[in-house]
Protein backbone atom coordinates (compact mmCIF):
# COMPACT_ATOMS: atom_id res chain seq x y z
CA UNK A 1 0.00 0.00 0.00
CA UNK A 2 1.46 3.38 -0.46
CA UNK A 3 2.00 6.02 1.90
CA UNK A 4 -1.11 7.84 1.51
CA UNK A 5 0.34 11.36 2.97
CA UNK A 6 -1.71 14.14 1.03
CA UNK A 7 -2.84 17.57 2.29
CA UNK A 8 -6.53 18.34 2.03
CA UNK A 9 -7.80 21.44 0.36
CA UNK A 10 -11.09 22.85 0.66
CA UNK A 11 -12.18 24.34 -2.62
CA UNK A 12 -13.79 27.74 -2.84
CA UNK A 13 -17.59 27.90 -2.66
CA UNK A 14 -19.04 27.24 -5.86
CA UNK A 15 -22.59 27.89 -5.06
CA UNK A 16 -25.35 30.83 -3.87
CA UNK A 17 -25.60 30.17 -0.34
CA UNK A 18 -27.15 32.43 2.11
CA UNK A 19 -24.98 35.34 4.06
CA UNK A 20 -25.49 32.64 7.10
CA UNK A 21 -25.22 29.54 6.04
CA UNK A 22 -21.60 30.96 4.12
CA UNK A 23 -21.24 32.01 7.82
CA UNK A 24 -22.06 28.70 9.78
CA UNK A 25 -20.23 26.50 7.10
CA UNK A 26 -17.14 28.20 7.42
CA UNK A 27 -17.42 28.41 11.23
CA UNK A 28 -17.88 24.38 10.80
CA UNK A 29 -14.92 24.16 8.81
CA UNK A 30 -13.13 26.34 11.15
CA UNK A 31 -13.35 23.94 13.72
CA UNK A 32 -14.26 20.75 12.87
CA UNK A 33 -12.79 19.79 9.47
CA UNK A 34 -9.60 18.13 8.96
CA UNK A 35 -8.74 20.09 6.55
CA UNK A 36 -5.22 21.95 5.92
CA UNK A 37 -5.94 24.74 3.60
CA UNK A 38 -8.99 26.77 2.58
CA UNK A 39 -9.59 28.17 -0.61
CA UNK A 40 -12.63 31.21 0.71
CA UNK A 41 -14.12 33.67 -1.95
CA UNK A 42 -15.91 34.39 -5.17
CA UNK A 43 -15.16 32.26 -8.09
CA UNK A 44 -18.35 32.06 -10.10
CA UNK A 45 -20.75 35.18 -10.49
CA UNK A 46 -19.13 38.55 -8.98
CA UNK A 47 -22.51 39.65 -8.46
CA UNK A 48 -22.94 37.16 -5.73
CA UNK A 49 -20.17 38.55 -4.08
CA UNK A 50 -21.47 41.69 -1.88
CA UNK A 51 -24.13 39.34 -0.27
CA UNK A 52 -21.21 37.68 2.05
CA UNK A 53 -18.28 40.15 1.27
CA UNK A 54 -18.68 41.52 4.35
CA UNK A 55 -18.20 38.26 6.36
CA UNK A 56 -15.23 36.91 5.15
CA UNK A 57 -12.71 38.77 6.91
CA UNK A 58 -14.42 37.67 10.11
CA UNK A 59 -14.43 33.69 8.46
CA UNK A 60 -10.77 33.86 7.68
CA UNK A 61 -9.75 35.20 11.23
CA UNK A 62 -11.43 31.95 12.39
CA UNK A 63 -10.09 29.51 10.20
CA UNK A 64 -6.55 31.04 10.74
CA UNK A 65 -7.57 30.27 14.74
CA UNK A 66 -8.54 26.88 13.46
CA UNK A 67 -4.94 26.00 12.00
CA UNK A 68 -6.30 26.26 8.46
CA UNK A 69 -4.04 28.05 6.18
CA UNK A 70 -6.46 30.26 4.26
CA UNK A 71 -6.08 31.00 0.63
CA UNK A 72 -8.04 34.22 -1.60
CA UNK A 73 -10.11 32.51 -4.92
CA UNK A 74 -10.14 34.99 -7.54
CA UNK A 75 -13.00 35.27 -10.28
CA UNK A 76 -13.05 32.92 -12.99
CA UNK A 77 -13.85 34.95 -15.82
CA UNK A 78 -13.02 38.48 -15.55
CA UNK A 79 -14.68 40.98 -17.81
CA UNK A 80 -16.16 44.22 -16.14
CA UNK A 81 -14.15 47.10 -14.85
CA UNK A 82 -15.22 46.22 -11.13
CA UNK A 83 -14.15 42.37 -11.74
CA UNK A 84 -10.56 44.03 -12.96
CA UNK A 85 -10.58 46.24 -9.74
CA UNK A 86 -11.09 43.07 -7.36
CA UNK A 87 -8.80 41.04 -9.41
CA UNK A 88 -5.98 43.82 -8.70
CA UNK A 89 -6.52 44.36 -5.36
CA UNK A 90 -6.50 40.69 -4.59
CA UNK A 91 -2.66 41.57 -5.37
CA UNK A 92 -2.68 44.81 -3.29
CA UNK A 93 -2.46 42.81 -0.36
CA UNK A 94 0.57 40.50 0.50
CA UNK A 95 -0.73 38.38 4.11
CA UNK A 96 -2.44 35.67 2.07
CA UNK A 97 -1.71 33.72 -1.04
CA UNK A 98 -3.77 34.23 -4.25
CA UNK A 99 -5.08 31.28 -6.40
CA UNK A 100 -5.83 32.18 -9.78
CA UNK A 101 -8.80 30.88 -12.13
CA UNK A 102 -8.12 33.18 -14.68
CA UNK A 103 -4.85 34.07 -16.68
CA UNK A 104 -6.25 37.57 -16.88
CA UNK A 105 -4.11 38.36 -13.06
CA UNK A 106 -1.53 37.23 -14.49
CA UNK A 107 -0.91 40.89 -15.02
CA UNK A 108 -1.31 41.80 -11.77
CA UNK A 109 0.96 39.12 -9.97
CA UNK A 110 3.47 40.86 -8.31
CA UNK A 111 6.52 38.72 -5.82
CA UNK A 112 5.33 40.12 -2.67
CA UNK A 113 2.29 38.08 -2.99
CA UNK A 114 1.88 34.53 -3.52
CA UNK A 115 0.45 32.65 -5.65
CA UNK A 116 -1.00 29.27 -7.01
CA UNK A 117 -2.75 27.93 -10.27
CA UNK A 118 -6.53 26.71 -9.54
CA UNK A 119 -8.15 24.10 -11.77
CA UNK A 120 -10.18 26.43 -14.10
CA UNK A 121 -6.73 27.31 -15.67
CA UNK A 122 -5.86 24.46 -18.31
CA UNK A 123 -2.38 23.03 -17.17
CA UNK A 124 -2.15 20.36 -19.79
CA UNK A 125 1.25 19.46 -20.16
CA UNK A 126 5.00 20.10 -18.30
CA UNK A 127 5.61 23.18 -20.59
CA UNK A 128 2.70 24.99 -19.08
CA UNK A 129 3.63 23.69 -15.63
CA UNK A 130 6.73 24.88 -16.04
CA UNK A 131 6.05 28.41 -17.18
CA UNK A 132 3.66 29.26 -14.37
CA UNK A 133 6.39 27.87 -11.76
CA UNK A 134 8.56 30.28 -13.45
CA UNK A 135 6.14 33.16 -12.98
CA UNK A 136 6.24 32.15 -9.35
CA UNK A 137 3.35 29.59 -8.96
CA UNK A 138 4.17 27.33 -5.68
CA UNK A 139 0.86 25.14 -6.61
CA UNK A 140 -1.20 23.87 -9.28
CA UNK A 141 -4.35 22.09 -9.06
CA UNK A 142 -4.82 20.18 -12.07
CA UNK A 143 -7.70 20.40 -14.28
CA UNK A 144 -9.77 17.82 -13.43
CA UNK A 145 -10.76 16.62 -17.10
CA UNK A 146 -7.20 15.26 -16.91
CA UNK A 147 -6.59 11.84 -17.39
CA UNK A 148 -4.26 10.03 -15.06
CA UNK A 149 -1.45 9.30 -17.35
CA UNK A 150 -1.16 13.26 -18.13
CA UNK A 151 -1.18 13.64 -14.44
CA UNK A 152 1.76 11.25 -13.96
CA UNK A 153 3.30 12.91 -16.36
CA UNK A 154 2.94 16.56 -15.19
CA UNK A 155 3.65 15.46 -11.29
CA UNK A 156 6.90 13.49 -12.42
CA UNK A 157 8.08 17.02 -13.97
CA UNK A 158 6.88 18.83 -10.92
CA UNK A 159 9.47 17.11 -8.94
CA UNK A 160 12.38 19.48 -10.30
CA UNK A 161 9.98 22.74 -10.31
CA UNK A 162 9.74 22.36 -6.92
CA UNK A 163 5.59 22.96 -7.17
CA UNK A 164 2.83 21.15 -5.76
CA UNK A 165 0.37 19.35 -7.46
CA UNK A 166 -3.29 18.70 -6.14
CA UNK A 167 -6.22 16.74 -7.94
CA UNK A 168 -9.69 17.34 -8.00
CA UNK A 169 -11.08 14.84 -5.35
CA UNK A 170 -14.42 14.98 -4.48
CA UNK A 171 -17.29 16.87 -6.08
CA UNK A 172 -19.29 18.04 -8.75
CA UNK A 173 -16.73 18.88 -11.68
CA UNK A 174 -16.30 22.64 -13.39
CA UNK A 175 -16.83 22.27 -16.74
CA UNK A 176 -17.50 25.43 -18.08
CA UNK A 177 -17.91 29.41 -17.30
CA UNK A 178 -19.80 31.83 -19.70
CA UNK A 179 -20.66 35.02 -20.43
CA UNK A 180 -24.60 33.88 -19.87
CA UNK A 181 -26.60 32.91 -17.01
CA UNK A 182 -28.17 29.90 -17.84
CA UNK A 183 -29.46 29.41 -14.23
CA UNK A 184 -31.59 32.99 -15.42
CA UNK A 185 -32.80 31.92 -18.52
CA UNK A 186 -34.01 29.00 -17.42
CA UNK A 187 -36.45 30.89 -15.32
CA UNK A 188 -37.28 33.22 -18.07
CA UNK A 189 -35.03 35.79 -16.71
CA UNK A 190 -32.66 37.94 -18.24
CA UNK A 191 -28.95 37.69 -16.35
CA UNK A 192 -28.60 41.60 -16.03
CA UNK A 193 -32.51 41.11 -13.90
CA UNK A 194 -31.64 37.46 -12.82
CA UNK A 195 -32.80 37.92 -9.03
CA UNK A 196 -30.34 35.62 -8.09
CA UNK A 197 -32.44 32.45 -8.61
CA UNK A 198 -29.11 30.24 -8.40
CA UNK A 199 -30.29 30.61 -4.36
CA UNK A 200 -32.79 28.05 -5.22
CA UNK A 201 -29.96 25.17 -6.19
CA UNK A 202 -27.74 24.76 -3.26
CA UNK A 203 -25.65 22.63 -5.38
CA UNK A 204 -26.60 23.42 -9.23
CA UNK A 205 -29.80 22.56 -11.08
CA UNK A 206 -29.78 19.11 -12.68
CA UNK A 207 -29.96 18.98 -16.53
CA UNK A 208 -31.11 15.93 -18.76
CA UNK A 209 -30.68 15.11 -22.05
CA UNK A 210 -33.40 14.72 -24.56
CA UNK A 211 -33.74 11.56 -23.39
CA UNK A 212 -34.26 12.35 -20.02
CA UNK A 213 -30.58 11.55 -18.48
CA UNK A 214 -29.29 13.82 -15.95
CA UNK A 215 -25.97 15.08 -17.89
CA UNK A 216 -25.11 18.41 -15.83
CA UNK A 217 -25.64 20.72 -13.60
CA UNK A 218 -26.26 24.43 -14.27
CA UNK A 219 -24.69 26.89 -11.80
CA UNK A 220 -25.59 30.31 -12.62
CA UNK A 221 -22.78 31.03 -15.36
CA UNK A 222 -21.14 27.45 -14.87
CA UNK A 223 -21.85 24.54 -16.39
CA UNK A 224 -20.72 21.37 -14.05
CA UNK A 225 -21.09 17.81 -14.38
CA UNK A 226 -23.54 16.25 -12.44
CA UNK A 227 -22.09 13.36 -11.28
CA UNK A 228 -19.81 14.29 -8.35
CA UNK A 229 -16.01 13.61 -8.63
CA UNK A 230 -14.48 10.94 -6.30
CA UNK A 231 -11.10 9.65 -5.80
CA UNK A 232 -11.65 8.00 -2.31
CA UNK A 233 -10.79 4.87 -3.63
CA UNK A 234 -7.93 5.78 -6.06
CA UNK A 235 -5.34 7.68 -3.15
CA UNK A 236 -2.83 4.74 -3.29
CA UNK A 237 -2.82 5.36 -7.12
CA UNK A 238 -2.49 8.81 -6.82
CA UNK A 239 0.10 8.76 -4.06
CA UNK A 240 2.40 6.26 -5.84
CA UNK A 241 1.84 9.05 -8.59
CA UNK A 242 3.70 11.92 -6.50
CA UNK A 243 0.14 13.96 -6.01
CA UNK A 244 0.77 15.65 -2.47
CA UNK A 245 -2.86 17.40 -2.53
CA UNK A 246 -6.51 16.53 -2.80
CA UNK A 247 -9.44 19.17 -3.51
CA UNK A 248 -12.86 18.82 -1.68
CA UNK A 249 -15.47 21.25 -3.06
CA UNK A 250 -18.38 21.98 -0.71
CA UNK A 251 -21.47 20.97 -1.06
CA UNK A 252 -24.66 21.41 1.05
CA UNK A 253 -25.63 18.25 4.22
CA UNK A 254 -22.81 17.60 6.40
CA UNK A 255 -19.44 18.55 4.22
CA UNK A 256 -17.20 18.18 7.45
CA UNK A 257 -18.51 14.62 7.76
CA UNK A 258 -16.77 14.11 3.71
CA UNK A 259 -13.87 15.94 4.98
CA UNK A 260 -13.27 13.42 7.69
CA UNK A 261 -13.78 10.27 5.49
CA UNK A 262 -11.20 11.59 3.43
CA UNK A 263 -8.88 12.12 6.12
CA UNK A 264 -9.35 8.95 7.45
CA UNK A 265 -8.77 7.00 4.52
CA UNK A 266 -5.80 9.05 3.49
CA UNK A 267 -4.39 8.17 7.36
CA UNK A 268 -5.33 4.12 6.87
CA UNK A 269 -7.78 4.39 9.83
CA UNK A 270 -10.34 2.72 7.50
CA UNK A 271 -10.14 1.44 4.14
CA UNK A 272 -10.85 2.83 1.24
CA UNK A 273 -13.71 0.93 0.80
CA UNK A 274 -15.13 1.80 3.90
CA UNK A 275 -14.42 4.90 2.93
CA UNK A 276 -16.88 4.84 -0.21
CA UNK A 277 -19.65 3.55 1.60
CA UNK A 278 -19.73 6.63 4.41
CA UNK A 279 -19.81 8.77 1.55
CA UNK A 280 -22.45 7.46 0.08
CA UNK A 281 -24.25 7.84 2.79
CA UNK A 282 -23.41 11.15 3.63
CA UNK A 283 -24.69 12.29 0.05
CA UNK A 284 -27.84 9.46 -1.11
CA UNK A 285 -28.13 11.66 -3.81
CA UNK A 286 -25.31 11.66 -5.62
CA UNK A 287 -23.72 9.67 -8.34
CA UNK A 288 -20.33 9.24 -8.31
CA UNK A 289 -17.64 8.93 -11.24
CA UNK A 290 -14.05 8.88 -11.88
CA UNK A 291 -14.15 8.53 -15.47
CA UNK A 292 -12.02 11.26 -15.91
CA UNK A 293 -9.21 9.74 -14.50
CA UNK A 294 -9.92 6.48 -15.05
CA UNK A 295 -12.87 5.69 -16.94
CA UNK A 296 -13.60 6.25 -21.01
CA UNK A 297 -15.33 9.20 -20.53
CA UNK A 298 -15.88 11.70 -17.70
CA UNK A 299 -19.22 10.57 -16.67
CA UNK A 300 -18.78 7.06 -16.76
CA UNK A 301 -19.19 4.97 -13.24
CA UNK A 302 -16.24 4.17 -10.77
CA UNK A 303 -13.62 2.38 -12.18
CA UNK A 304 -12.31 -0.26 -10.38
CA UNK A 305 -9.33 1.15 -8.06
Known amino acids: MADRTFTLTLGPL???????????????????????????????????????????????ERLERGGKKVVLASLALVTLERERRAARELFQQTEHEVEINDLALMNWAREETPFSIGPLVNVYNEATLA???RRGARRVCLPPELPFASVETIVKASGDLGAAIEVWAYGRIPLAISG?????????????SCQFVCEKDPDGLPTKTLEGVEFLAVNG??????????????????????VTSLRLSPHSGDFVAVTKVFADVCASRISPQEGLARLASESPEAEFTNGFLFGDRGAAPLAPS
Do not use: M
Request: aromatic residues 12%; proline residues 5%; hydrophobic residues 45%.
Open 131 to 133: FLV
Open 14 to 60: QFNWPAQKFVDFYAAVADEAPVDRVVIGELVCSKRAPFYADRIPAAI
Open 221 to 242: VQTLSYKYANLIGDLDRLAEAG
Open 180 to 192: RCYHARAHSLSKD
